[in-house]
């Protein structure tokens, strides 16, 4: 059945289960590192196997570190200690990648066309590269767009949130 589905699914209608993008190997945006939340991620379970690191994201990263601005330094060094931390961390397997991708100048350009080479998602913060990324045919894992999932419901209908709700007044 399965074999057949992989032959005629796509023409049919039909195609055979997806993985997760989450099963894939995972390259990190500079996005990811800076906000550093990743570590929790990790941390709680929601994150694990292989994270790619790549030799522009770690070289955007010394850039920022290297800056004279007070605000892009501390992004850097946050972004570097970060991926420091991570390569500690259990659950993960941190694999720095050396390749470069010639004749394509954007960090961002370069992140879509090794997660393309390597058959990885790619995990990011930023909408608007998750967005182009997609379009490419790259998985992407959006940290952004799963904070800002709709909350749980209850069996009634009802939205669970963290706000505070007025019972009755008085």
Same mark, same amino acid.
């Given at each position: !059945? ?26 990190? =945006? ?6 550093? !939340?990743?570590? =929790? ?7 694990? %196997? ?15 570190? =290297? ?8 992004? %850097?060094? !946050? %972004? ?36 393309? =080479? ?15 990324? %997609? ?22 209908? !009802? ?12």
């Amino acid at each position: !059945r399965d074999s057949m589905i992989g032959m005629f699914g796509a023409k049919a209608g039909m195609a055979p289960p997806s993985s997760a993008a989450a099963a894939y190997p995972k390259i990190i =945006d500079t996005s990811v590192a800076i906000d550093g !939340r990743i570590v =929790d991620v990790v941390r709680a379970g929601f994150l694990h %196997g292989q994270i790619l690191l790549t030799a522009p994201v770690i070289g955007e990263l010394q850039g920022f570190a =290297d800056a004279g601005d007070d605000l892009r330094r501390g992004k %850097g060094r !946050r %972004g570097l200690e970060v991926l420091e931390t991570l390569k500690r961390e259990s659950g993960v397997e941190v694999v720095v990648l050396d390749d470069t991708v010639p004749g394509v100048p954007e960090v961002d350009a370069k992140l879509v066309r090794l997660a393309i =080479d390597r058959d990885a998602a790619l995990l990011t913060l930023d909408t608007n590269l998750a967005k182009a990324a %997609g379009i490419a045919g790259v998985r992407v894992l959006n940290l952004h767009a799963r904070a800002l999932a709709p909350l749980a419901h209850d069996r009634g209908g !009802r939205r669970f949130s963290d706000e505070p709700c007025l019972l009755r007044q008085g």
